[in-house]
């Protein structure tokens, strides 16, 4: 009986690790959080201009010095989603981003555009700023303001 319990537990455990992130799933989810939060900014701040250019220009350049560091972190929620057991990981990376740039989009909604703008506007030339491993070291923060959709799994807390 002792030994069903403890079998018990361990599944139990194991499936609860299946479900909750590692420190680098934190990262990601966190990583593709933040371009997807410069996108929706790009697009409703296109035709404004902020101190350093076009948001929307300064986007694209993002994208484009950190275009690695995107496909790692999309391969790392794939991966989640695989073992996790998601039936079709592509598709739940895009409801990921979905939902992480439905957050930002609610804020655009709510408030008139040039407002918009000028409060969230300096994330591009922030994000624009970083060398990768300023970059990295912000995706891994998680602030109360931006939780994780899953918990962290306490072997990597």
């Known amino acids: 009986m002792r030994h069903f319990i403890f079998l018990v537990a361990f599944l139990a455990s194991t499936s609860v690790q299946a479900r909750c992130y590692s420190s680098a799933e934190v990262e990601a989810e966190q990583g593709l959080r933040i371009h997807s939060e410069l996108m929706v900014i790009s697009l409703n701040c296109h035709k404004m201009s902020h101190r350093n250019g076009n948001l929307h220009i300064q986007y694209k350049d993002f994208t484009r010095r950190h275009q690695d560091l995107v496909v790692e972190y999309e391969s790392t ?5 695989r073992r996790t057991g998601h039936k079709n990981p592509e598709r ?27 409060y969230y506007g300096s994330r591009i030339n922030q994000a624009l ?4 491993a300023k970059l990295r070291r912000w995706a891994a923060t998680v602030f ?6 899953k918990p962290i799994c306490a072997a990597t807390r």
């Open 77 to 81: 929620m794939k991966n989640y989603y």
């Open 92 to 118: 739940s990376i895009n409801d990921l981003r979905t939902d992480l740039a439905n957050k930002i989009s609610t804020d655009a909604a709510r408030m008139r555009p040039n407002v918009f703008c000028k």
């Open 129 to 132: 700023a970083m060398d990768r």
């Open 144 to 149: 109360p303001s931006h939780p994780v959709s």
